[in-house]
Structures are given as structure tokens and as C-alpha cells.
């Protein structure tokens, strides 16, 4: 099998200063990876690379084998690549549905031609995808009265309704309490399953990185530590010494665990 992503001596530095240093790994067809790592690793740096939002220093990124560094974002989405929001990307005036709508319309090119009737178009699609994403009995709700674990949720709908072979998730879950970040979690890894896709994600919570990614990287001041399952990480001295001094890693159960 060959990877859906891979990123190749990623690097990137802003006045001199190395956010990202060397950075290589691949994401394989129906991976959920975590990268994790302490504020400032450049976890973000990294994700902004792949998204087109920011030109990598040096390296190449590849999507299912083609070279995609430095395009543009909406290139680069329209090669399969979703992303969810770190700040809410929703149309806080139209419902639920309509915003599962418009993303959907603007999957399918139509925009210009037909919002007089966008109010119908694609609702069936925008209501299979609320329901995958638990919301259905939301659609009609206005989106300015949403909790925010259900934004979070809408956001993922809006994500998927483009069809990403690889989802982007940075922080998906932050500001959410720890039950909502459990379950958005869970759907996410639900949805991988189902749909078969690949998601990378970064994440504070702990519990969360070790019960849902199938595979984790530790990113430390701009460098890939660490690489492997919950098992080897927890066991890994490296992350253990990255992560005492924050006391974040092992909070929850204990490096023993
Ligand atoms: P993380 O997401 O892991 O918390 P970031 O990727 O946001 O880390 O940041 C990595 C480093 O790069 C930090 O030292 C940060 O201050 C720096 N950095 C990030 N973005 C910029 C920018 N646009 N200009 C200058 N420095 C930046
Ligand atoms: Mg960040």
C-alpha cells in the first residue's frame, strides 16, 4: 500500500528561527495519526505546510505520490484535502443544513449558478451528512445558537462534504470539555472506519491521543522525536523527558500504565 501523504525533510523557519526542522513521515490510506508535542513544537507550522497555507523553507509534501508543495489552499483542497477549523468556519446567519449546503454546492462547482434555489439543492446529501455526523435533528437550527461541541460537529460535516481522502484536524477538539472531545473523537475514528479515509490530527488531551490514533509522532522544537503506537510512545524516555517537565503526557494514568 503507499501512502496517501508524504512529507519529505520538512522545514520551515520564520527570521532565521526553525519552527519545523527536518520533518519526514507518511500517512497510509485509513490512518488516523496523532502529532502531538508542546506548544510551540510547530505542530501548527507544519499543518499550515500541508495546507498550502504557508510556503515550506525546504522539503516536498506529496499527496498519493504528487508533489503538492507550495500550492495553493484551494488547490490543494481540491486534490482531496479537508481540514476542519481551529475558529469556527460557519455562516452563522443560515442553519445547519444550509451550511452543510453551500459546502456541498461549492464541492460540486455550482455556486454561481444556482443560489436563487440553493435553499434545496443538496439537502438530501446535507442531511446523510448531518446524520453521519449525529447532528440530523439540528438541520433547521440557525448555526448563532449552536453549542460549541455541536459547531465542532457541523465543521466536521462541512469538512467531509468535499470528500478528503485526508483530513486535517488541528485541535479539533479544543474548547471542548473532556466528555465532548471523547465523542468527537470517537466519531472522527468512526468515520475513518466507515468512509475509509486518513486523518491527522494534533491534540492536547492524552487520553484522547492514546485511546483514538492508530499511530502517534512526538514533534519537539521542530523536530520528529518519536513514532509509534500508544505502547511505544508511552515507553519512549525521549517523550517521557519532553513531557515531564510540562507533566501533560502520563496526567491521566501514570507512565506505567
Ligand atoms: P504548535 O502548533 O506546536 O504550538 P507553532 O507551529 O504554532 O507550534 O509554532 C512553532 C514556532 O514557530 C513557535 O516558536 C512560534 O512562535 C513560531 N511561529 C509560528 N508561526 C509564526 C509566524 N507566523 N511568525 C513567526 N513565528 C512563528
Ligand atoms: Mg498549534
Known amino acids: 500500500m503507499s501512502p496517501i501523504l508524504k512529507v519529505e525533510h520538512l522545514a520551515k523557519s520564520f527570521d532565521g528561527v526553525d519552527a519545523v526542522k527536518d520533518v519526514s513521515f507518511e500517512v497510509m490510506p485509513g490512518e488516523l495519526k496523532a502529532l502531538i508535542g508542546p506548544n510551540g513544537a510547530g505542530k501548527s507550522t507544519c499543518f ?12 516536498q509534501v506529496f499527496l498519493r505520490g504528487k508533489p503538492i508543495t507550495g500550492m495553493p489552499p ?10 476542519t477549523f481551529q475558529i469556527t468556519g460557519t455562516y452563522q446567519s443560515m442553519t445547519v443544513a444550509e451550511n452543510v449546503q453551500m459546502a456541498l454546492i461549492s464541492h460540486h462547482r455550482r455556486l454561481f449558478a444556482v443560489v436563487p434555489h440553493a435553499y434545496r439543492l ?6 446523510a451528512l448531518l446524520e453521519l455526523v449525529g447532528m440530523a435533528d439540528q438541520a433547521d437550527r440557525a448555526c448563532s445558537i449552536l453549542a460549541y461541541g455541536d459547531l465542532k460537529r457541523l465543521e466536521l460535516a462541512i469538512a467531509l ?24 473523537m470517537q466519531l472522527t475514528a468512526d468515520i475513518v472506519e466507515e468512509r475509509g479515509i486518513s486523518v491527522l490530527f494534533t491534540e492536547h488531551d492524552m487520553d484522547v491521543v492514546f485511546t483514538h ?10 523536530e520528529l522525536i518519536a513514532e509509534g503506537t500508544a505502547a511505544e510512545i508511552r515507553a519512549d ?8 517537565g510540562g507533566g501533560t503526557l502520563f496526567a491521566q494514568d501514570g507512565p506505567d500504565a
Open 48 to 59: 499550515n505546510m500541508l495546507m498550502g497555507q504557508l510556503k515550506p523553507s525546504s522539503g
Open 161 to 184: 462534504s468535499h470528500r478528503p481522502g485526508l483530513l486535517l484536524m488541528d485541535e479539533p477538539t479544543a474548547g471542548m470539555a473532556p466528555r465532548e472531545r471523547v465523542a468527537l
Open 74 to 83: 484551494r488547490r490543494i483542497w481540491r486534490m482531496g484535502v479537508g481540514r
Open 122 to 127: 443538496y439537502r438530501d446529501d446535507a442531511l
Open 237 to 244: 524516555e525521549r517523550v517521557q523527558q519532553v513531557y515531564l
Open 213 to 222: 490514533a492508530h499511530h502517534i509522532m512526538v514533534l519537539n522544537r521542530g
